[in-house]
């Protein structure tokens, strides 16, 4: 099944945007899923599996790494990249 997620990291640090910058480019990092950037979210498309075991990781080497960081997510269960154009 393909999926839509939309995430964003919240850190609990004052210097916040390595911590965000460093867990965006280790999701980039994996085969297989489409990383979109916007100001204020990540957007990831892809299988669920795929998606769902990336987030499992590096949600948690995040928090080892870096410590304590809120996560918001949407899950939405379809590929809507094409739906942004219509």
């Given at each position: 099944?393909?999926?839509?997620?939309?995430i964003?990291?919240?850190?609990?640090?004052?210097?916040?945007?390595?911590v965000?910058?460093?867990?965006?480019?280790?999701i980039?990092?994996?085969?297989?899923?489409?990383?979109?950037?916007?100001?204020?979210?990540?957007?990831?498309?892809?299988?669920?599996?795929?998606?769902?075991?990336?987030?499992?990781?590096e949600?948690?080497?995040?928090?080892?790494?870096?410590?304590?960081g809120?996560?918001?997510?949407?899950?939405?269960?379809?590929d809507l990249?094409?739906l942004?154009?219509?």
């Amino acid at each position: 099944m393909k999926v839509s997620v939309d995430i964003s990291l919240y850190p609990l640090a004052d210097d916040y945007m390595p911590v965000v910058k460093t867990f965006i480019e280790r999701i980039q990092g994996h085969a297989g899923i489409t990383v979109i950037r916007t100001d204020l979210t990540t957007q990831l498309y892809g299988d669920y599996d795929l998606i769902m075991d990336l987030l499992k990781t590096e949600m948690e080497l995040s928090w080892v790494t870096f410590g304590p960081g809120a996560f918001t997510i949407k899950y939405l269960p379809q590929d809507l990249r094409g739906l942004k154009d219509e």
